[in-house]
């Protein structure tokens, strides 16, 4: 605690570097900024305690800074243990007008390289508010803090803590020891604080299926909003985003020329396509590999060879897997792969590859090459290279999507915020999306950051496809 902030960054010194770099990227984000400007003196996030728990970058500042300048007392959490930039929690914590000495800003718990039980810790820490008060917003990226949530007002009714849970061992492990700790010490907590939460706004495909799995089995406790779902989401930050983040997150763990190299991407859905794209723009032969004929189709179509991984396992020099799913790169795939593959994942959680089971791998040696690059030695001399310890590379060994897409995605976020916050009265315990014609104004907002012009209906035009001249453009079941 400093300056009656609570927080926990790697360094405050790196505040100054942050607040540049934060002060770029507001020229880079006008969706944000277009935002801020709208809601001027008008502050309807105000009496908001917002609990978020998504990368912090310097792309995250600048949404943070956002919230509170439209009203909202903020906390935050990353929620990935390699995505923080310490320079921009720093900034974040210090806040504009503050020094590292009299920190003003934000309190934040974050800081590149946690360990799982620091994370989870700060993601507690995240959820608790001074004076033992909750926060009545949630922002997620993943669903960890929703999860959290869920969990403790599960096992508070059960009155119990069970030994194990599911299939992930040591990450589960973590979750229930938080979840023990925290019961024992007050074991009406989670329930206190998901009374208090109007809702939560979510960033990921692999958050908003977790949102759908609770909402159909009937234990979503508040309203959500998916905000993956929101078009200039998915289909830019998903897709332009990673096209761009990707390629930087192997060349600076690797600077491997990636040129004439054989690419294996698993997934084809938008941080697939995207991820397709970046390497076939420095001229890799990218093979992809799905499960779903419309996408493996799509591929095809786009040019890339469809094959399972077990046939291209062989000749791959980079593999990266960006399926949402588990288990997709095995054990058995990483001791047929060529010397010095390059192995990494873009989903947003690490089971897509099998970590655990290389581990454990008989005769297996590690030799760390430097953070978030470690190659793996098999008995028989071949070694492969992975990535972030199988986490999201584009954020463990690169600084993730940059600003302009990320301000699509976040002025989602904060419109999402808005709503929830303000109107949750007139939302259930469901996953809802948010209306086309916002989704229409953050494209039109970047577009004209770009230098686009738009083509405006007349009349006629607009009576003829039977739209209005002001939108939505587009029908529900249009797919972009
Ligand atoms: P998506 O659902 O559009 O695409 C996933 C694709 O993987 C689908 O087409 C599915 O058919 C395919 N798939 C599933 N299991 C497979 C398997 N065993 N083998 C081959 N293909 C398989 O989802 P989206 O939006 O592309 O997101 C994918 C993951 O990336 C999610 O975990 C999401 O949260 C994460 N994400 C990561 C970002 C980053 O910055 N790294 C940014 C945005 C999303």
Known sequence: TRGGIDFAVADLSLAEFGR??????????????????????????????????????VQTAVLIETLVALGAEVRWCSCNIFSTQDHAAAAVVVGPHGTPEEPKGVPVYAWKGETLPEYWWATEKMLDWPDGQGPNMILDDGGDAT????????????????ATEDDDPEEWGLILET?????????????????????????????????????????????????????????????YGIRHSLVDGINRGTDVLIAGKVAVICGYGDVGKGSAESLRGQGARVVVTEIDP?????????????RTLDQAVGEADIIITTTGNKDVVTVEHMAKMKHQTILGNVGHFDNELDIAGLTRYPGIRRINIKPQVDEWVFPDGHSIIVLSEGRL?????????????????????????????????EYDREVYRLAKKLDEKVARIHLEALGGTLTKLTKEQAEYIDVDVEGPFKSEHYRY
Request: proline content about 3%.
């Open 20 to 57: 540049k770099e934060i002060r770029l990227a507001e020229h880079e984000m006008p969706g944000l900024m277009a935002l801020r400007r709208e809601y001027a003196e008008v502050y309807p996030l105000k009496g908001a305690r917002i609990s978020g728990s998504l990368h912090m970058t």
């Open 147 to 162: 999860l959290l949530v869920h969990k403790g007002v599960q096992y508070e009714k059960a009155g119990v803590v069970p």
């Open 179 to 239: 979840l023990r700790n925290s019961l024992a010490a007050d074991s009406g907590k989670w329930t206190r604080v998901a009374s208090g939460i109007r809702g939560v706004t979510e960033e990921t495909t692999t958050g908003v299926l977790r949102l759908y799995q609770l909402a159909a089995a009937g234990d979503l406790l508040f309203p959500a909003i998916n905000v993956n779902d929101s078009v200039t989401k998915s289909k830019f930050d998903n897709r």
């Open 294 to 306: 419309i996408c493996a189709l799509q591929a095809a179509m786009d040019g890339y060879e469809v």
């Open 393 to 425: 590379l584009n954020l463990g060994n690169a600084t993730g999507h940059p600003s302009f897409v990320m301000s699509n995605s976040f002025s989602n976020q904060v419109i999402a915020q808005v709503e929830l916050f303000t109107k949750h009265e």
